[in-house]
RNA sequence: CGGGGAGUAGCUCAGCUUGGCUAGAGCGCUGCGUUCGGGACGCAGAGGUCGCAAGUUCAAAUCUUGUCUCCCCGACCA
């Protein structure tokens, strides 16, 4: 590639509406544009980087036994309709009726057109397992898309979906993927971190998910300090609060009038009570249920755990008008007194049941309880009352006694066991040897090829620009002509541009009529891992110039080895990242 | 969707409070010259429906209303 001839619009200023350091530099380095919010055009090098980290990904993906086909994006709206995943999806889905008045949507992920085909074409047990995968471009009308190609509304993504026969066959599909996945995120140079992770409204039963630790990121993991656990902040389990003693014998529950104070702040100012004093309560609608949850005044619930606990059933805070038919007051006022008998369950979280006493709302509009005392006051135990942990961990929490940390990352893939949700709502059954049918026992599997670009560049870049890793980097090499008007300097720079093409190597030069500087910037600024200036200056010792991007030193090599020189350097670059 | 902010040259922004003559700067772009190893300098130029639409006014980038877009903070996910 020459430099003069490629679409390479680099900018000096940093662009006003980009935040993040990967969005900033994507733009700078002239590796796309935005179009729309959260719509991105790629451009020549941002797209050759795109497409090494889809080759990465295809290559460990056939490695591990998948298939690459391709599913549309546009998908009739009645399959999304037959999975239930048309509402749970809601708004984040892309829909719209096509001229006979049929409703469509644009592919967030693709479980129920796999699914479909599968339960087309898949008969009996010998020919499962099979696990098929495309590297599409995926749609979702989020709520905010930001930080560039971190949360976009259009973006890559390969989803990989298995089919097996039972839950071993799926142990082993989820593995191979799992495996897959270690080496696809090691090839692209990145640093990632491994967590437990919810399966939500996926359904199914076990789940990871792969990270890129980095301060822009918009998930939040939590381990344990020793490294024995680790999962997503969704999912990170916390241990049960130790039970709290009272001083003294709790006097009687009674009633306080709290005109107009509904939130905990409110109450605690009115009170002069803390936060971790209180009781909140919160009433959930699950389809035609009400389920009412319990947490402390200062923890925060996490609907994630509540969703599992009562089936995965999708979940949403209650409509204004159920909370008040199920408490008989006003919102603000929801207390646990006398409540189980109106909800179909109440889950209560561990430092609820923990608390010697606390303060709740009344039920009544206006008026709050205190004085009240778990198990005395309203049950922890019955048909359909649950302790659990039901809140996100904080910080001073546990998990097996050690300490939980904190950490920011970007989620770059997940893996799911699916197990048959899909499989039986969609028919995708088969015979089995005893001439049984059985749902297929299914996995799905996701990367965010942007994601990984983003991350790439989260992680490598320093004032002066990118720095990426060779594997996914738009080129391994720079031949910077400092002098191309300088007869001499412009034919040792194209001399050494053919050899490193005849080499196999991957080549930009910047063949550019500029002054020298503006050439360096522009090199790191694109981040190509290995620069070779070929200058006056050297030139006139028989030299050229040899750095490495990650490195501010370069070193002077003589013309004659400089492309063996330069290609040993691209191996042993590429030798760090082979697994 | 709620809360905050911004739309003026390709980019980054000033001007708006207090309406007024030909709407500005830096960077970028074109031409000429001098330069030429870490984003050079001089001269000459091109480039603008001031987001859009109504309204107020003799007069609107500036005031009013509406509307669209974008960004930041919160609930979803690759």
Redesign the pocket.
């Known amino acids: 590639m020459r430099y003069s001839r490629t679409f390479i619009p ?11 350091a990967s ?1 900033q530099l994507m733009i ?1 380095a002239g590796l796309c544009r ?1 179009v ?3 719509t991105y055009t790629y451009l020549p090098l941002g797209w050759r980087s795109l497409l090494k980290i889809i080759e990465i990904v295809r290559e460990e993906m056939n490695r591990a036994g998948a298939q690459e086909i391709i599913v549309p994006s546009m998908q009739p709206l009645e399959l999304w309709d037959r999975t239930g995943r048309s509402v ?2 809601g708004p ?1 889905m892309f829909r719209f009726e096509d001229r006979h008045g049929r409703m469509n949507a644009l592919g ?2 693709a479980e129920e057109v796999f699914t479909t085909m599968i339960a087309g074409e898949v008969k009996s047990y010998k020919q499962l397992p099979i696990n098929l995968y495309q590297i599409t471009p ?1 749609f ?1 009308d ?6 560039g ?5 259009e ?1 890559i ?1 390969k ?1 990989a979906y298995s089919f097996d026969v039972d839950a071993e066959g799926l142990d082993k599909s989820y593995q191979a993927m799992y495996d897959a996945y270690c080496r696809i995120f090691k090839r692209c140079g990145l640093e990632y971190v491994i967590v437990e ?2 399966s ?3 359904g199914g039963s076990g789940s990871h ?2 990270t890129v630790p980095c301060e822009s990121g ?2 939040t993991i939590v381990y344990a300090e020793d490294g024995s656990y680790a999962a997503n902040l ?1 999912r990170a389990a916390v241990d049960p609060l130790p039970k709290e003693e009272a001083d003294a014998a709790i006097p009687p529950a009674e009633e306080v009038h709290t005109p107009n104070v509904g939130t905990i702040e409110a109450v605690c100012g009115f009170l002069g009570s803390r936060p971790n004093d209180m009781i909140k309560t919160l009433i959930y609608s699950a389809g035609e249920r009400t389920i009412a949850a319990l947490v402390r005044g200062d923890h ?1 619930l996490n ?2 755990k509540l969703t599992q606990i009562i089936g995965g059933e999708h979940i949403d805070l209650a409509a204004e008008l159920t909370i008040e038919e199920v408490t008989g007051a006003k919102v603000g006022f929801a207390g646990p007194m006398g409540i189980a008998d109106k909800v179909s369950k109440m889950i209560i979280d561990h430092a609820v049941a923990a608390m010697a006493v606390g303060i709740t709302g009344a039920n009544k509009t206006d008026y709050h309880i205190k004085n009240v005392v778990p198990g005395r006051d309203f049950p922890l135990e019955g048909e359909n009352v649950i302790v659990a942990d039901i809140r996100f961990a904080g910080e001073g929490d546990t998990h097996n006694g050690k300490k939980l940390l904190f950490k920011k990352g ?5 893996v ?1 066991k699916l197990g048959t949700k899909y499989s039986a709502k969609l028919g995708a059954k088969f015979l089995d040897e005893q001439g049984h049918e059985n749902p297929c026992i299914m996995g ?1 599997y ?6 990984i670009f983003a991350s790439a560049i989260e992680l490598g870049n320093d004032s ?2 990118i720095i990426w890793p060779i594997s996914i980097a738009p080129c391994e090499v720079i031949v910077t002509s ?2 191309q ?1 300088d007869e001499q ?1 412009a034919r040792t720079a194209e001399d050494i541009y053919k050899q490193l093409l005849g080499n196999g190597i991957e080549v930009l030069l910047d063949d550019r009529v ?12 694109l981040g190509i891992p290995i ?1 070779v ?8 010792d028989g030299n ?2 040899v ?1 490495l991007r990650c490195e501010s030193e ?1 070193s002077k090599i003589n013309i004659r080895d400089a492309t063996a020189k330069v290609v040993e350097l691209v191996n042993k670059l590429k030798e760090q990242l082979k697994v």
Not at 10 to 20: F, G, L, R, S, Y
Not at 514 to 525: H, I, P, Q, S, Y
Not at 533 to 539: D, F, M, P, R
């Open positions: 680099t900018v000096k200023e940093i662009p006003a509406d980009a935040e993040v969005h700078r935005k729309a919010s959260g749970d999806y984040t967030p992920t995926k979702r989020e709520f905010r898309p930001r930080f190609a971190i949360r976009s509304r973006f993504m989803d992770a919810e939500g409204e996926m998910q792969f918009e998930d969704e925060e609907t994630e970007i989620e770059v893939g997940q799911f799905c996701g990367i965010g090829v942007n994601r002066n620009g400092v002098n008007d300097v500029l002054r020298g500087g503006v050439k360096f910037k522009d090199a790191d600024l620069r200036n070929v200058g006056q200056k050297s030139l006139a050229v110039e750095k370069s």
